[in-house]
């Protein structure tokens, strides 16, 4: 079965860097894509960025668009999530999973089926 865990959440300044990592344990996938979304209190699961392991490709959502870098580690099977220049409006857990199926880079919650537990990113002003 494959875990995820998220790690490297925490308290900044807005206009500081946070760096996320999600490791993969278990069965994994070298042609399934990873993603990172985020929730904050009282809002929908909403996405952030996408990475394909077989093409390279990435995804972000308009709102972290040059200010997010995703980034991957197949031979320590990490998804890195980089984020510089936060906002309070970034504040939320931030989870990283699995894509559905192979070949495949969604970004919707529902295009993804494996989850780790997220990692909480407060961004105070």
């Known amino acids: 079965q494959v875990q995820l865990v998220e790690s490297g959440g925490g308290l900044v300044q807005a206009g500081g860097s946070l760096r996320l990592s999600c490791a993969a344990s278990g069965r994994t996938f070298s042609n399934y894509a990873m993603g990172w979304f985020r929730q904050a209190p009282g809002k929908e699961r909403d996405f952030v960025s996408a990475i394909s392991w077989s093409g390279g490709s990435t995804y972000y959502a308009d709102s972290v668009k040059g200010r997010f870098t995703i980034s991957r580690d197949n031979a320590k099977n990490t998804v890195y999530l980089q984020m510089s220049s936060l906002r309070p409006e970034d504040t939320a857990v931030y989870y990283c999973?699995?894509?559905?199926?192979?070949?495949?880079?969604?970004?919707?919650?529902?295009?993804?089926?494996?989850w780790g537990q997220g990692t909480q990113v407060t961004v105070s002003s």
């Open positions: 999973a699995t894509a559905s199926r192979p070949l495949y880079t969604g970004r919707l919650p529902d295009d993804y089926r494996y």
